[in-house]
């Protein structure tokens, strides 16, 4: 794990504010979440792998962090809003 710039640790508790989300999944949860941990893990160009995608958010947060992004979900009405959401994130990209 690469150390905090900031110099501070984590906690096992995280308190993040909740998120909404207007498509038809029902469990999004807030960007905070993927961001903290892609950040955490991955560098610029890596793959940043989500095996239970529902609504994509892991994928939107890759994709703005400049990560390369595979994902896997069973439910095909899942799928169609990950493939909505990553479509085009950003309207500009620098």
Known sequence: MRPNPKG????????????????????VFPDT????????????????????????????????LNRQWLGIEVNPEYAKIVKDRTAQTEMWRC
């Open 8 to 27: 501070k640790v984590r906690k096992d508790v995280w308190r993040l504010n909740t998120a909404s989300f207007s498509g038809a999944h029902f469990a």
């Open 33 to 64: 979440i993927p961001k903290i941990a892609i950040q955490a893990s991955t560098k610029e160009g890596d793959i940043v792998l989500d095996p239970f995608m529902g609504s994509g958010t892991t994928a939107v947060m890759a994709q703005r």
